[in-house]
Nanobody, 123 residues
């Protein structure tokens, strides 16, 4: 299963980016989806998750209020809109598909991972 992600890039602090991930309806329409990130030298961490119907969303404290996760099951896409970006948001962002339909912040609940897209926020 491939989860190609796009939308990363270089942005100045205070700016915005919209990350997008594609997952086929056959694979992901009944699965919760999540975004994780890994900064240089640090472990991968949870960013945001959304349940399979999109009715429930969860965010890490570090991005709460600045980010919005959404999905379009008809198109097979999951997006992460990030605003007011900070240098500490710099990381490789990974899209992941969960085993079940409930959104989770735990990496062990996800069995498909994309290759990631790099987000760099300059000060």
């Amino acid at each position: 299963v491939q989860l190609p992600a796009s939308g990363g890039g270089l942005v100045q602090a205070g700016g915005s980016l919209r990350l997008s991930c594609t997952c086929s309806r056959r694979t992901c329409s009944n699965n919760a989806m999540g975004w994780f990130r890994q900064a240089p030298g640090l472990e991968r961490e949870f960013v945001a998750a959304i349940s399979w119907r999109g009715q429930n969303t969860y965010y890490a404290d570090s991005v709460e209020g600045r980010s919005t996760i959404a999905r379009d099951n008809a198109k097979g896409t999951v997006t992460l809109q990030m605003n007011s970006l900070k240098p500490e948001d710099t990381a490789v962002y990974y899209c992941a598909a969960a085993r079940g339909s409930f959104a989770s912040s735990q990496q062990r609940d996800y069995n498909y991972w994309g290759k990631g897209t790099l987000v760099t926020v300059s000060s």
